[in-house]
């Protein structure tokens, strides 16, 4: 089959000899999910990035009450394809799905989570949050999708029952989840992999990040989050603007922001547009969710940090976050 070059390229440099595995396989992953779940008129989204996706129709058959119960009808149902390199981020998106339940979020229709298959709904028109054109109407439409996303993580918030064992499912749950600590404590690779320093990466600005994060992380506000929420992940549908591909991520909520601020991505020479950017939409986040302009700039430079070391590492452009969060640390 033939695969877009850049796909190919950030499976491999993502996930090594597993990735270049998963890519052979990929064509019979494909036959299985297909066969599996009865689908037809397969075609691959243009943007390939982390996971193989596609739209597809699904045939679903109406059985007659008759006896032998034989098929009376067949109904066809647009819906997506999402097959991904099994790995404990995938595995935390399933979960987060099957919680969410459509709420705020596409539906998950089925999974597999042995084979990395996700079957969801396929959201209608699917217009991407980026492509409207008034920030300020496309932050407030953020603001209250992402808040829709959010569950508290107190006993009988993520599971109603009242069974005995009610409070050891919970914690099981919650292991599914990535936690977001887990996430930052990839920073302190940085200064073993540059021998002690810390390379291209500004000491000054990851020495100040590294001082704040104990502060951010004593937050009590601590829910399941998206985690990659942006312009690029909230569609437009029939239910309203929804959210896709949640990593499903435990920790303060004030992190949700932290990808919103720095998409969608800008020309290397628009950065005086990007500050005023900047400052309009924490206007508009401390308006509506109450929280500190100075803890806003601060969750979006760690994040914009922490970006930089994510895209070095996958071989990919982590300058631009990496100048996002210059521009962010020096805002008042």
Same mark, same amino acid.
């Given at each position: 089959?033939?695969?877009?070059?850049?796909?190919?390229?950030?499976?491999?440099? &993502?996930?090594?000899?597993?990735?270049?595995?998963?890519?052979?396989?990929?064509?019979?992953?494909?036959?299985?999910? #297909? @066969?599996?779940?009865?689908?037809?008129?397969?075609?691959?989204?243009?943007?390939?990035?982390?996971?193989? &996706?596609?739209?597809?129709?699904?045939?679903?058959?109406?059985? #007659?009450?008759?006896?032998?119960?034989?098929?009376?009808?067949?109904? %066809?149902?647009? &819906?997506?394809? =999402?097959?991904?390199?099994?790995?404990?981020?995938?595995?935390?998106?399933?979960?987060?799905?099957?919680?969410?339940?459509?709420?705020?979020?596409?539906?998950?229709?089925?999974?597999?989570?042995?084979?990395?298959?996700?079957?969801?709904?396929?959201?209608?028109?699917?217009?991407?949050?980026? +492509?409207? =054109?008034?920030?300020?109407?496309?932050?407030?439409?953020?603001?209250?999708? !992402? #808040?829709?996303?959010?569950?508290?993580?107190?006993?009988?918030?993520?599971?109603? %029952?009242?069974?005995?064992?009610?409070?050891?499912?919970?914690?099981?749950?919650?292991?599914?989840?990535?936690?977001? %600590?887990?996430?930052?404590?990839? $920073?302190?690779?940085?200064?073993? /992999?540059?021998?002690?320093? *810390?390379?291209?990466?500004?000491?000054?600005?990851?020495?100040?990040?590294? %001082?704040?994060?104990? @502060?951010?992380?004593?937050? @009590?506000?601590?829910?399941?989050? /998206?985690?990659?929420?942006?312009?690029?992940?909230?569609?437009?549908?029939?239910?309203?603007?929804?959210?896709?591909?949640? =990593?499903?991520?435990?920790?303060?909520?004030?992190?949700?922001?932290?990808?919103? !601020?720095?998409?969608?991505?800008?020309?290397? *020479?628009?950065?005086?547009?990007?500050? $005023?950017? *900047? +400052?309009?939409?924490?206007?508009?986040?401390?308006?509506?969710?109450?929280?500190?302009? @100075?803890?806003?700039? =601060?969750?979006?430079?760690? /994040?914009?940090?922490?970006?930089?070391?994510?895209?070095?590492?996958?071989? !990919?452009?982590?300058?631009?976050? !990496?100048?996002?969060?210059?521009?962010?640390?020096?805002?008042?």
């Amino acid at each position: 089959m033939n695969l877009p070059p850049d796909f190919i390229k950030t499976i491999q440099n &993502v996930f090594g000899e597993e990735g270049r595995e998963w890519l052979t396989q990929l064509p019979d992953l494909i036959a299985h999910a #297909s @066969e599996r779940w009865g689908l037809t008129e397969m075609q691959s989204v243009p943007n390939l990035s982390y996971n193989f &996706v596609a739209f597809a129709k699904r045939e679903n058959v109406t059985l #007659s009450e008759a006896k032998g119960l034989t098929p009376s009808s067949v109904t %066809s149902q647009d &819906v997506v394809l =999402k097959i991904g390199v099994p790995n404990n981020e995938l595995k935390s998106e399933m979960a987060a799905l099957g919680l969410f339940d459509g709420n705020g979020v596409c539906q998950l229709l089925d999974c597999d989570e042995e084979r990395g298959f996700f079957l969801l709904e396929r959201l209608k028109p699917g217009t991407m949050l980026a +492509e409207l =054109k008034d920030d300020d109407e496309r932050t407030h439409i953020a603001v209250d999708a !992402m #808040s829709r996303l959010w569950r508290p993580l107190e006993f009988g918030s993520l599971l109603p %029952s009242v069974h005995q064992q009610a409070a050891e499912l919970q914690n099981g749950i919650l292991q599914r989840f990535i936690r977001l %600590s887990d996430w930052f404590d990839g $920073l302190k690779n940085i200064r073993p /992999h540059f021998n002690g320093g *810390t390379g291209p990466f500004p000491r000054e600005l990851l020495e100040r990040v590294e %001082s704040f994060l104990p @502060e951010l992380f004593a937050d @009590e506000n601590v829910k399941l989050m /998206h985690g990659d929420f942006h312009h690029f992940n909230i569609l437009l549908s029939e239910r309203g603007w929804l959210a896709i591909d949640p =990593k499903g991520v435990v920790g303060p909520v004030m992190y949700e922001i932290g990808p919103l !601020m720095l998409n969608p991505r800008r020309s290397y *020479t628009d950065w005086s547009r990007f500050k $005023l950017q *900047t +400052e309009r939409r924490i206007r508009i986040l401390s308006e509506r969710l109450g929280w500190e302009r @100075e803890k806003i700039i =601060k969750w979006a430079t760690a /994040h914009a940090v922490l970006s930089a070391w994510w895209d070095f590492q996958d071989g !990919m452009d982590w300058e631009y976050s !990496m100048y996002c969060a210059k521009i962010l640390s020096e805002l008042k």
